[in-house]
Antibody, heavy 120, light 106 residues
Framework: QVHLRQSGPGLVKPSQTLSLTCAIS??????????WNWFRQSPSRGLEWLGR?????????HYAPSVKSRITINPDTSKNQFSLQLNSVTPEDTAVYYC??????????WGQGTLVTVSS | DIQMTQSPSSLSASVGDRVTISCRAS??????LNWYQQKPGEAPKVLIY???SLQSGVPSTFSGSGSGTDFTLTISSLQPEDFATYYC?????????FGRGTKLEI
């Protein structure tokens, strides 16, 4: 059974960087059949896919256009986890953030969710 | 981006009812359509993938159909635990987009 455990601060100041980590058990971040994704959910934006990282002989990243200039998703093979960094946050980035695994185009295992509030 | 439109946005029903939820894509997505259930305070849970394939462990009261731009999620006999919000999601092209949800209420 795959389990994803999220960690990171729940409060970030405007203009600073939001950083979250998703630790994987039961699978490998280097898997050649899975991708590792970040989402967020808010009343105003609904469920929004932010981006993914995956390994297919080399590492690949894809990001949503809405955050492409501010986002970085990195794998950490030594700790079997992946991370999200979102720069220059504003109150509009306040949301519940989720990590999730995908294979075959759908998201089958999710983290527990982290409410991140952007406020001074 | 591909826009996903769900209808209705909310639905009142009773235990034992048969309900259908619709999802329309702004362009053809073949059968690259997935359905999720979300309960308050929880992450989404996949029910149906590739438009009509039932995820392992999901009751057979759930079914999906459609291709191209129009899709349907059907719950054949509502159980108390089925009252939740349902989302469709396209996996045809990035960014992978979701509908705004259908809240199923008693």
């Amino acid at each position: 059974q795959v389990h994803l455990r999220q960690s990171g601060p729940g409060l970030v100041k405007p203009s600073q960087t939001l950083s979250l980590t998703c630790a994987i058990s039961g699978d490998s971040v280097s898997s050649n059949s899975a991708a590792w994704n970040w989402f967020r959910q808010s009343p105003s934006r609904g469920l929004e896919w932010l981006g993914r990282t995956y390994h297919r002989s080399d590492w690949h990243n894809h990001y949503a256009p809405s955050v492409k200039s501010r986002i970085t998703i990195n794998p950490d093979t030594s700790k079997n986890q992946f991370s999200l960094q979102l720069n220059s946050v504003t109150p509009e980035d306040t949301a519940v953030y989720y990590c999730a695994r995908s294979g075959n185009g759908y998201y089958d295992f999710w983290g527990q969710g982290t409410l991140v509030t952007v406020s001074s | 981006d591909i826009q996903m439109t769900q209808s209705p946005s909310s639905l009142s029903a009773s235990v034992g009812d048969r309900v259908t939820i619709s999802c329309r894509a702004s362009q053809s997505i073949s059968t690259y359509l997935n359905w999720y259930q979300q309960k308050p305070g929880e992450a989404p849970k996949v029910l149906i993938y590739a438009a009509s394939s039932l995820q392992s462990g999901v009751p057979s009261t759930f079914s999906g159909s459609g291709s191209g731009t129009d899709f349907t999620l059907t719950i054949s006999s509502l159980q108390p635990e089925d009252f939740a919000t349902y989302y469709c999601q396209q996996s045809y092209s990035t960014p992978y987009t979701f509908g705004r949800g259908t809240k199923l209420e008693i």
